[in-house]
């Protein structure tokens, strides 16, 4: 059964830094990974979906990283700003079946 | 707007009750899901559909819970005799009929027993 663990679960950093979010999952067979972001109250904008047969794949300030063999995925968000403040998501999807993380709530302060 | 919609967003019910929640996928999208997320976690999956057929069924969904969908387009989610413990989001999300496609979540609905 697929575990999906996030590191760490809040992040308070000031605009402008750098940033990485982890991912750990503990069945290596996943058809892909995906990360999302969670503002209060609303569902689920996806940002980024890896293939299993990907190492990364990047969209604007984000770029995510896959590596099955250790079972970690890790989301970079460069520049950060005052509206990257969210809860960020990871997923893995095996067998019709996505599991979650319990996210990562970020705030960046201006 | 051609994303995936929910209705309603919220719904406040008694005890015992019973409610039902709809979800409109994207129209291309084969695949829909349910998720339940309570407060602080992430969401867990609860069913899967390929088209009309219910193809997954989580251990969560307990046998209050039903859900069906009749022509392969919209979804409902049933819960009968409703407790306080299936108070949390109620999200729905759709992709392309592929292993692994990319799912994409509605506005989810907000379910509240007292």
């Known amino acids: 059964k697929q575990e999906v663990t996030q590191i760490p679960a809040a992040l308070s950093v000031p605009e402008g830094e750098n940033l990485v979010l982890n991912c750990s999952f503990t069945?290596?067979?996943?058809?892909?990974l995906q990360w999302f972001r969670q503002d209060p109250g609303k569902g689920l904008t996806s940002l980024l979906l890896?293939?299993?047969?990907?190492r990364e794949q990047t969209s604007g300030r984000l770029n995510a990283s896959l590596d099955k063999s250790s079972g970690r995925s890790t989301l970079y968000i460069a520049a950060s700003q005052p509206g990257d403040s969210a809860t960020y998501l990871c997923?893995?999807?095996?067998?019709?079946?996505?599991?979650f993380g319990a996210g990562t709530r970020l705030t960046v302060k201006p | 707007d051609t994303g995936v919609s929910q209705d309603p967003r919220h719904k406040i019910t008694k005890r015992g009750q019973n409610v039902t929640f709809r979800c409109d996928p994207i129209?291309?999208?084969?695949?829909l899901y349910w998720y339940r997320q309570t407060l602080g976690q992430g969401p867990e999956f609860l069913t899967y559909?390929?088209?009309?057929?219910?193809?997954?069924k989580s251990r969560l969904l307990s046998d209050r819970f039903s859900a069906e969908r009749p022509k392969g387009s919209f979804s409902t989610l049933e819960i009968q005799r409703t407790e306080q413990g299936d108070s949390a989001m109620y999200l729905c999300?759709?992709?392309?009929?592929?292993?692994?496609?990319?799912?994409?979540f509605g506005p989810g609905t907000r379910l509240t027993v007292l």
């Open positions: 999300a759709s992709s392309l009929d592929l292993a692994g496609g990319e799912q994409f």
């Open positions: 069945d290596s067979a996943i058809y892909n």
């Open positions: 890896i293939q299993s047969s990907q």
């Open positions: 997923a893995g999807y095996n067998n019709n079946d996505m599991r």
């Open positions: 129209s291309e999208h084969n695949r």
């Open positions: 559909f390929q088209n009309e057929a219910q193809l997954e």
